[in-house]
């Protein structure tokens, strides 16, 4: 079965600097891969997806990630954060015959002024 | 806005009684999937509903039962409640098959408490 760990539960920026979140998958092929965004008080929401092709993958409000299969991971990135950015981002993976995601366990970013 | 509209947004309960979660999918979508979002436990997988039948299933307990009715809308039903039941619940769905676009659109969640 697939798994995803998101080492960082916490991660704290200056607003204006760059961002990178961790997230490494289990899985024996090629899966799909996922980054969701939850603010508080409101459902996830996708910021970007990785099928196949190009694994530089460009998202919403300027996120990218990178899927790297040597290391098994999809690490997020912004380069300069807003504080609009703060929220709970979930990393997921999805496999199998449904491809159903499998979420990680989430990394809270906390934003400084 | 998701468009996936997910009643009641909260609730509150004691152990033993049953409660009802409801969960209309964006319009045109067949597909919702049913996940619990607890502290202890992150957000997990519990069922989904395609165009009225179950489709998957995850780790839901016994205690849970879930259907989607003809026209499309769900319900997740929680009976003998326990305080561990306690967490939000989301209601996400999906076009047709998630091997066309991956995406899921969830609703505000459901935030069920157990006294």
């Known amino acids: 079965a697939q798994s995803v760990t998101q080492p960082d539960i916490h991660i704290t920026v200056s607003e204006g600097a760059s961002l990178e979140l961790r997230c490494n998958y289990s899985?024996?092929?090629?899966?799909?891969l996922f980054w969701y965004v939850q603010s508080p008080g409101q459902g996830l929401q996708l910021l970007l997806k990785?099928?196949?092709?190009?694994?530089l993958v460009q998202g919403i409000k300027g996120f990218e990630a990178e899927f790297k299969r040597s290391q098994s991971s999809f690490n997020l990135r912004k380069p300069s954060v807003h504080w609009s950015d703060a929220a709970e981002y979930f990393c997921?993976?999805?496999?199998?015959?449904?491809?159903?995601?499998?979420f990680g366990r989430g990394t809270s970013l906390i934003v400084h002024p | 806005d998701s468009g996936v509209t997910q009643t009641p947004k909260h609730l509150i309960t004691a152990t033993g009684q049953r409660v009802t979660l409801r969960c209309s999918p964006r319009?045109?979508?067949?597909?919702v999937y049913w996940y619990q979002q607890s502290l202890d436990q992150g957000l997990q997988f519990l069922i989904q509903?395609?165009?009225?039948?179950?489709?998957a299933k995850g780790n839901i307990l016994e205690r849970f039962s879930a259907q989607q009715f003809p026209d499309l809308h769900s319900e997740l039903n929680l009976s003998s409640l326990e305080l561990g039941d306690s967490a939000l619940y989301f209601c996400?769905?999906?076009?047709?098959?998630?091997?066309?676009?991956?995406?899921?659109?969830f609703g505000e969640g459901s935030r069920l408490t157990v006294l």
């Open positions: 899985y024996g092929a090629t899966p799909y």
């Open positions: 319009s045109g979508d067949l597909s």
């Open positions: 990785y099928f196949s092709g190009d694994t």
């Open positions: 996400a769905s999906s076009v047709v098959s998630l091997l066309d676009t991956g995406e899921l659109f």
């Open positions: 509903y395609y165009n009225g039948e179950e489709r």
């Open positions: 997921a993976v999805g496999a199998g015959g449904s491809y159903i995601p499998t």
